[in-house]
């Protein structure tokens, strides 16, 4: 099976701080994304990736930036924690752009 | 953009009971997907389902393309299917899905 792992389940950080939050996949995905998810808005993508060093902005790119270094990790980068950005993260991977997504757990932030 | 509209928000159901979830979209799409997200954050795709009828077990799907919405019909609810469904389908550029709200589904025993 497809693993897509997220670092952390929960995770606590401070207003201003730089955070990074890792997504690591393990069948050799090319596409990999970032979403995410609140009450009443569903999941909103935030950035993705179709390849090794390559980043397209998703619908809600504003304050967080991101990384694809090797093909199998994919980070997300909160340059300046705010608290309008605890949210749950889903990282996904996907072999072709709109099928066979495969979500993490989830990386629940709580920015204090 | 394509906007996805799914309905109702919430649904509350007693076990046994049939369901149906309905996903509207705003554009010709190529590509809708239903997903399961449990109670533990987990997302499943249920089916990929961009015209016609699927059927899973107790689940199935229809999707309309030409009317713009899909169906997910759920038989015989048990406690196990609850948690949110989420519609989707690919943005315009065709590189990333685009999600809907999501439908809140609490089944009780």
């Known amino acids: 099976d497809v693993k897509v792992t997220q670092s952390s389940r929960y995770l606590v950080k401070r207003t201003g701080e730089k955070v990074f939050l890792e997504c690591v996949q393990d069948?050799?995905?090319?596409?990999m994304f970032w979403y995410r998810q609140d009450p009443g808005l569903g999941l909103r993508l935030i950035y993705f990736s179709y390849d090794v060093k390559m980043k397209e902005k998703g619908d809600i790119p504003e304050g967080y930036s991101v990384s694809r270094e090797k093909k199998e990790r994919f980070s997300l980068i909160l340059e300046s924690a705010s608290t309008n950005q605890t949210s749950m993260y889903l990282c996904?991977?996907?072999?072709?752009?709109?099928?066979?997504?495969?979500f993490g757990s989830g990386t629940r932030l709580t920015v204090v | 953009g394509i906007q996805v509209e799914q309905s109702p928000p919430d649904l509350i159901l007693q076990e046994g009971a049939n369901s149906t979830l309905r996903c509207n979209f705003s554009?010709?799409?190529?590509?809708l997907q239903w997903f399961h997200q449990n109670p533990w954050g987990q997302l499943i795709n249920l089916f990929y389902i961009p015209s016609g009828t699927k059927q899973n077990g107790r689940l199935s799907a229809t999707t309309v393309a030409t009317e713009r919405y899909s169906l997910l019909y759920i038989s015989s609810s048990q406690t196990t299917d609850s948690g949110v469904y989420f519609c989707?389908?690919?943005?315009?550029?065709?590189?990333?899905?685009?999600f809907g709200k999501g439908t809140t589904l609490s089944v009780s025993s």
């Open positions: 996904a991977s996907s072999f072709e752009t709109g099928y066979g997504y495969t």
């Open positions: 069948m050799d995905h090319e596409n």
């Open positions: 554009d010709s799409v190529n590509n």
């Open positions: 989707a389908v690919h943005n315009q550029a065709g590189t990333a899905l685009i």
